[in-house]
């Protein structure tokens, strides 16, 4: 399972040779269309139909997860708890890739730390 954050979302949705070339990569691997929990939407997304018009393109070929279940929210907030930093956003990013999914960012810090806590959650930068 793939799961992206408001990182990987940003630099997937750009039109360049690299985000090509990653997401061929991952078709090949089976591991497309990614799962994108919809409070992710608030951290890539500006409200704007002209600054989100690449973002919202790419969504339409992602898999957004619209409900958060009473449990993977206490298990993300368990997550935060013991890696003592990361977002309730970062932490429902990681607690929808376990067990032994992967997650796609920009930023590794707060992830990593939360994935150290996790159920075989890798977190890869993009």
């Known amino acids: 399972m793939l799961i992206l954050d408001s990182g990987g979302v940003t630099r997937l949705a750009e039109r360049s040779r690299q985000a090509a070339a990653l997401i061929l990569a ?3 691997q ?3 269309p990614p799962f994108v929990p919809s409070v992710v939407l608030v951290e890539c997304l500006q409200g704007h139909p002209g600054r989100d018009a690449l973002a919202n393109s790419f969504l339409k070929t992602c898999d957004i997860v619209e409900e958060i279940s009473e449990p993977l929210a206490r298990r993300a907030a ?15 990013v990681v607690a929808l890739a376990e067990p032994g999914g992967t997650v796609l960012t920009s930023d590794l810090g707060d992830l990593s730390a939360l994935a150290q806590h996790s159920r075989g959650v890798r977190v890869e930068k993009v």
């Open 26 to 28: 991952l078709r090949e």
């Open 78 to 92: 368990l997550l935060r708890r013991r890696a003592r930093r990361g977002s309730a956003v970062d932490a429902l």
């Open 30 to 32: 089976d591991l497309w």
